[in-house]
């Protein structure tokens, strides 16, 4: 299990009662979640609650009310997706200290941060996080392999009701394709995350996998046989949707599709290059966490302009728009 989008920084461990202070929060926001690529482990499966918890330890009077209302709805908003869940065994009759030592011993390298009164033997939040901050990376080599692909986007996917893949390089019907969905439906299993949709273009459609021939598959070929190809890999509780992008021309104002996203509306990671199933021994490109700012836009291209095309929601005078949209369900 991978706790952060960059496997080259080091893993963080947070006993849920380490703030002595507000402000120990809200630092920990601003290091973690979705806008920093980096992920706390969900140990034990209450993480959340106990550090809810332990925040009615702590006092506010240093705020004035407006402030304070801000800092809880930040903390309602940003918490949940500060983690992502791990499968390990809590003792509950002994203390989180105790545990994590059983847990990490295969992460020799991790930052650990321990109870606010009583953190030995790791660290106090205030000495962590100057550690923590250096050791940031929002940007790391990327092979291509798919399943370094399915880590990176893991708490992301965990997190979210709905994840998008934009990349109009990837043909639906190819292999690496099929084990690009099957690998992220695994990974949703027992999660929130209902549905995988996949952006392309339609002229990719039976490219690399022998399907097409001279001319480019029609939607009904395209609908028939991708019904055909992942009907049956679909858990039932789940969906599977290919959105087929009609693109401007070049140097105008509609959306052209170019690079490669995974995206939902909690964030969203840019890979420079698609999908291997086998490994390069070279990183050929960077990947990189989107801010806050381009995501808020991708949201509103991807997922309003083309995943909810149907809808003809409200358009954003900045934002670029498809020609025509057509969606298919597995």
């Not at 370094?148 to 986007?153: G, K, L, Q, S």
Request: glycine content about 6%; proline content about 6%; hydrophobic content about 35%.
């Amino acid at each position: 299990m991978t706790f952060l989008t960059n496997k080259e920084t080091p893993k963080v461990f947070v006993d849920p009662q380490f703030g002595i202070e507000w402000r120990d929060i809200v630092d920990f926001l601003g290091e973690f979640g979705p806008f920093n690529g980096r992920y706390v482990p969900r140990y034990p499966n209450d993480w959340t609650g106990r550090l809810k918890e332990h925040l009615e330890d702590l006092t506010l009077s240093a705020y004035g009310p407006v402030k304070r209302q801000a800092i809880l709805e930040r903390i309602r908003r940003e918490l949940p997706l500060c983690s992502v869940p791990v499968s390990w065994k809590y003792a509950q009759e002994t203390s989180w200290s105790a545990n994590i030592s059983q847990a990490i011993t295969n992460h020799e390298d991790s930052i650990v941060v321990g109870n606010a009164l009583e953190p030995a033997p790791f660290k106090a939040w205030a000495d962590a996080l100057e550690d923590i901050q250096e050791s940031r990376r929002r940007t790391w080599r990327f092979h291509g392999t798919v399943s370094e692909y399915v880590e990176a986007c893991r708490p992301l996917l965990l997190n979210s009701p709905a994840s998008y893949l934009i990349d109009c390089y990837l043909d639906p019907f190819s292999d690496v394709a099929e084990n690009l969905l099957r690998s992220l439906f695994t990974v949703a299993s027992g999660s929130k995350c209902y549905s995988i949709e996949l952006i392309t273009r339609k002229s990719i459609c039976g490219e690399k996998s022998g399907l097409r021939n001279t001319r480019d598959m029609s939607e009904t070929e395209i609908e028939v046989n991708f019904k055909r190809m992942y009907q049956g890999l679909i858990p039932k509780d789940r969906r599977l949707t290919l959105h087929l992008v009609t693109e401007g021309k070049l140097g105008g104002d509609a959306l052209r599709l170019h690079d490669r996203f995974f995206l939902t509306t909690h964030g969203s990671i840019n890979f420079g290059q698609g999908y291997l199933l086998i490994n390069q021994p070279l990183p050929q490109q960077n990947a990189f966490v989107v801010d806050k700012e381009h995501h808020q836009q991708f949201k509103q291209t991807y997922i309003d302009g083309v995943a909810r095309h149907a809808e003809r929601l409200p358009k954003v005078s900045s934002i670029p728009y498809p020609l025509r949209v057509v969606s298919i369900c597995a």
